[in-house]
């Protein structure tokens, strides 16, 4: 079965004023299924957040190449829903109508009413059926990063993009709002990619953990499959031996083996680009090119 | 300093009683031909207490001429930020066009009201009765647009990348892009530029009135100074500014109003 999201050979440089590019992240390969919940999981600086933003088509690809559901990404667009870290609403519109913005751009065939019952709808559902005609100011850091998620969802997007959306959230709106992800993320039966540096949010969330070496030139170190029952308890899961021997791994990782970049058979390397024939000066328009 | 009560009221008005009795002391000592405080009010008493009477064309209270004043500066400042906004915009916006017109606009903004009016006068030489108003208004227009232009551009400068990044994830189209998030985003910066621009544009009417001869307060000190009444001089300073005050004001609590959003 075809992959729903098949990211090759991946690899992001950045030109530096010395010549030698930058490399962030290179060689990276990843096949997602459709409905799946993988997490990113990486040091800080590693470049998790590059390989989203590329996905997410806000940064340019400079080799390799992602194919979404049989097309390829290369332009931002409403069919991958981003969650930002800092959930950058807009300051001047109230959470209804920065979830609006984007419900006006994907549905603008539908009517007004429908489109207003499709807002209401995703802001009810993260818990903010009180506060959506307040502005973001007015909001709590929680229920802003809520708004985010109403807005990523109420795109009906193909795919889900978190970058560390509860980065900056206290531990107590961590947990709940771990679990408005998931319960929304069940309910809509999205494919979701998350960027992360929290092991246990990792765990309580996703099907598979796509470990990343450390940086420079960042990859696709290990994988983990995480095959916890779903719908997931957070109960359950500290109860369970299994959670503890995936979360040693987890930290192994990232401890120990992080740094070491995986052995990868490389492909054939492509043969270096010739040297441009010298020409004679005034015979070179007859040489054949 | 320590504070005390209504030191709010008490401390400024100490300073125009400093500035007072400098006055009084300087027109009875060096500056013979300076009218005394008192002088100035005698004389002036008629302007300030029929602030709108007309006796004539250069002979009207003090708030007709300031009245006509502020037309002529309400309709060339709303030319500057009609040209001078998407001018700030396209600065802000592309880079190719910052380096084709930045060092144009360095170089005519420091350029003095002085210089540019007799230049208006000449561009609507054609214009008959009308030459003088329109030589006024492109004086005003041109002086006072560059804040407006320089802030505009800032402002759409600094606008965060993460509000753009929404933008192109939802795929907005341009107009919705501009309307949307860049117009918000920069209107802070904008009304910083108005504000600065509104003062300009009041100091540039007392130039273009005086070299104009157009009845107002510009005009009306000119005349005044011509016809030998120099307490008229200093009615005209003061009126000038305190509505300079006002207007720098007004636009102060506007501004304010739309940087909470």
């Known amino acids: ?289 | 300093m320590k504070k005390f009560k209504l030191d709010w009221l008490l401390l400024p008005l100490f300073g125009f009683a400093l500035i007072l009795v400098a006055w009084s002391v300087s027109s009875a000592t060096w500056a013979g031909n300076l009218p005394s405080p008192t002088k100035t009010w005698q004389a002036s008493r008629d302007y300030v207490l029929q602030p709108f009477a007309k006796r004539g064309e250069m002979d009207q209270g003090i708030l007709r001429f300031t009245w006509y004043s502020l037309q002529l500066v309400a309709k060339g400042y709303f030319l500057a930020l009609l040209i001078g906004t998407p001018i700030g915009f396209f600065l802000g916006l592309s880079k190719t066009f910052t380096k084709i017109f930045d060092p144009i606009i360095q170089i005519l903004r420091p350029v003095s009201p002085l210089a540019w009016l007799p230049l208006g006068l000449v561009l609507f030489l054609n214009a008959g009765k009308e030459a003088g108003t329109l030589g006024a208004l492109f004086t005003i227009a041109i002086c006072s647009m560059w804040p407006t232009v320089l802030n505009t551009a800032v402002g759409v400068r600094a606008v965060p990348q993460d509000y753009l990044n929404v933008g192109r994830v939802l795929k907005l189209s341009r107009w919705k892009t501009l309307t949307k998030i860049l117009l918000p985003a920069t209107l802070p910066y904008m009304f910083t530029g108005f504000r600065l621009s509104l003062g300009i544009a009041w100091l540039v009417i007392v130039a273009a009135e005086m070299l104009t001869g157009r009845p107002g307060v510009g005009g009306f000190l000119w005349q005044e100074y011509n016809a030998l009444i120099y307490e008229h001089i200093i009615l005209s300073i003061i009126t000038i500014g305190l509505i300079g005050f006002a207007l720098d004001r007004l636009m102060s609590l506007l501004e304010a109003r739309f940087k909470t959003a």
């Open chain 1, 1 to 289: 079965m075809k992959p729903f999201l098949e990211i090759s050979q991946l690899g992001k440089t950045y030109p530096t004023p010395n010549g030698a590019p930058a490399v962030i992240v290179e060689h990276f390969d990843l096949k997602i299924r459709k409905g799946e919940f993988i997490t990113l999981i990486g040091h800080s600086g590693c470049g998790k957040s590059t390989v989203l933003s590329m996905l997410a088509g806000l940064t340019d690809i400079t080799t390799g190449g992602i194919i979404l559901s049989g097309k390829e990404v290369n332009s931002a667009g409403p069919d991958r829903g981003v969650v930002f870290q800092a959930p950058c609403l807009l300051p001047w519109m109230t959470a209804f109508e920065n979830v609006m913005l984007g419900v006006d751009q994907v549905y603008y065939t539908a009517d007004t009413e429908e489109r207003r019952q499709i807002a209401e709808y995703y802001l009810t559902v993260v818990g903010l059926a009180d506060a959506m005609h307040q502005r973001p100011a007015e909001l709590s850091q929680g229920m802003r990063q809520r708004c985010g998620i109403a807005r990523a969802f109420a795109l009906s997007p193909k795919m889900l993009l978190l970058d560390e959306p509860f980065g900056m959230l206290d531990s107590l709106t961590r947990y709940e709002l771990q679990e408005v992800l998931l319960d929304l993320w069940q309910k809509d039966q999205k494919t979701a990619l998350m960027v992360t540096h929290d092991v246990d949010e990792a765990l309580f969330l996703s099907d598979r953990v796509v470990m990343m070496t450390n940086g420079p030139a960042a990859t696709v170190g290990e994988i983990l499959e995480v095959k916890f029952p779903r719908p997931r308890s957070r109960q359950q899961l500290l109860e369970d031996p299994l959670y503890y021997e995936l979360r040693e791994q987890l930290i192994g990782f990232l401890e120990e083996r992080s740094h070491v970049r995986p052995t990868r058979i490389a492909p054939p390397a492509p043969p270096p680009p010739a040297a441009p024939p010298r020409r004679p000066r005034f015979l070179g328009a007859l040489t054949p090119a």
